[in-house]
T-cell receptor
Framework: QKEVEQNSGPLSVPEGAIASLNCTYS??????FFWYRQYSGKSPELIMF????GDKEDGRFTAQLNKASQYVSLLIRDSQPSDSATYLC?????????FGKGTRLSVIA | DAGITQSPRYKITETGRQVTLMCHQT?????MFWYRQDLGHGLRLIYY???????DKGEVPDGYVVSRSKTENFPLTLESATRSQTSVYFC????????????FGPGTRLTVT
């Protein structure tokens, strides 16, 4: 069964710093990943999709997929207090999405 | 454009009672999903549906029943609620399939006493 592992955190970074969130996965065949953001008391919202090795950038967010090492990461540049949330990665593949348990990010002003 | 809605948003019920959580989407997405989210367990899939009258079990289906008579609605019923079913329940939908991007409703916080 596919597994997606994330450090639960909290990961604390000062405002303006780069936050690095990581996710490791078990399925060597995984080709793509989603990143969701979930504010406290709210539902998950999709923020990034990455397909294939390498980087994908969207504003302050960069997703990186490394198939050889089986990890995917999300970098948030110039972190803001409004980025404080739980970030979940999700592995599609050929089954319903498998979500990691999420990493809680706290950006300190 | 309401998107995906859930009702009720909060529910307190007693052990042994039947409770139904409602989910409604206005996007005409084919796929709909029910998850529960608990501290330490993350999001766990309960049931999903590919179309009206087509449903399939997820990771934790025991104690739950679903139906889908109309594309836009996907109710989740707890036939005899137990305290272990206290959780936050999210409904989601997807246009393309179970391994494509999913869009979540606001959630229902259910407490079983």
């Amino acid at each position: 069964q596919k597994e997606v592992e994330q450090n639960s955190g909290p990961l604390s970074v000062p405002e303006g710093a780069i936050a690095s969130l990581n996710c490791t996965y078990s399925d060597r065949g995984s080709q793509s990943f989603f990143w969701y953001r979930q504010y406290s008391g709210k539902s998950p919202e999709l923020i990034m999709f990455i397909y294939s090795n390498g980087d994908k950038e969207d504003g302050r967010f960069t997703a990186q997929l490394n198939k050889a090492s089986q990890y995917v990461s999300l970098l948030i540049r110039d972190s803001q207090p409004s980025d404080s949330a739980t970030y979940l990665c999700a592995d599609p593949g050929n089954t319903p999405l498998v979500f990691g348990k999420g990493t809680r990010l706290s950006v300190i002003a | 454009d309401a998107g995906i809605t859930q009702s009720p948003r909060y529910k307190i019920t007693e052990t042994g009672r039947q409770v139904t959580l409602m989910c409604h989407q206005t996007w005409s997405h084919s796929y709909m999903f029910w998850y529960r989210q608990d501290l330490g367990h993350g999001l766990r899939l309960i049931y999903y549906s590919a179309a009206a009258d087509i449903t399939d079990k997820g990771e934790v289906p025991d104690g739950y029943v679903v139906s889908r008579s109309k594309t836009e609605n996907f109710p989740l019923t707890l036939e005899s609620a137990t305290r272990s079913q206290t959780s936050v329940y999210f409904c989601a939908s997807s246009e393309a399939g179970p391994s494509y991007e999913q869009y979540f409703g606001p959630g229902t916080r259910l407490t079983v006493t």
